[in-house]
């Protein structure tokens, strides 16, 4: 199965060349239904475009694409659709030449050197091929927010009656239970007691 998240190092150019990767939906829902899973699935397959640049065996992808999301909004529990832009920008570095300093080529004592901390989204290989699929894992995670919302202000559900508040208010007396004053409600309890 071709899998374009896998680059084969030998067949990268030099120069500039175009990165197309296809991210089928079951792919973007391994993504975002792992463990701990996102309040959302794919909404379908995605596509990822960018550049990718070889100097000498070292790698940089420069990609962008969107990810097409769902979920239910968490307040009204409306399907909510929408799409996250995700931006992957890393080099790969050979097994081999991770070594403190200039890179030249020293033989054997260094093969324990350190990462530079500056170069944290600099990533290793080893072998001839590169597999993108963790950093773009990383990379979709990021740009997912928190919780599926249908819009900023979503009103909810009446906890009471049940009805969709965004729809108009139903009448009933929510003062006590409404869920965007529960974290009040503590502070509060003294004064409604009375
Ligand atoms: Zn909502
Ligand atoms: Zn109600």
Redesign the pocket.
């Known amino acids: 199965m071709k899998n374009d998240l896998v680059l084969n190092v030998d067949a990268l150019e030099e120069a500039n060349q175009p990165f197309e990767a296809d991210l089928p939906r079951e792919f973007l829902d391994g993504v975002l239904r792992a463990d701990p899973p996102t309040e959302f699935h794919a909404a379908g397959a995605a596509h990822l475009s960018g550049r990718s640049t070889k100097m000498v065996r070292k790698v940089l992808v420069q990609a962008t694409g969107r990810i097409p999301l769902q979920g239910n909004?968490?307040?009204?529990?409306?399907p909510?659709t929408l799409e996250e832009q995700v931006e992957l920008i890393r080099t790969w570095v050979p097994n081999d030449q991770v070594r403190k300093g200039t890179g030249h080529h020293l033989k054997g004592e260094e093969i324990e050197a350190t990462f530079d901390p500056q170069t944290v989204d600099e990533e290793t290989y080893g072998g001839k091929q590169i597999d993108l699929s963790q950093a773009v894992r990383e990379q979709i995670l990021l740009s997912v927010p928190a919780s599926?919302?249908?819009?900023e202000d979503?009103?909810?559900l009446c906890p009471r009656c049940g009805k969709?508040l965004?729809d108009g208010d139903c009448g009933c007396d929510r003062k006590a239970i409404d869920p965007r004053w529960s974290a009040l409600q503590g502070i509060q309890l003294d004064k409604k007691e009375k």
């Open positions: 909004c968490k307040r009204c529990l409306k909510v599926p919302l249908c819009r979503c009103k909810g969709d965004n």
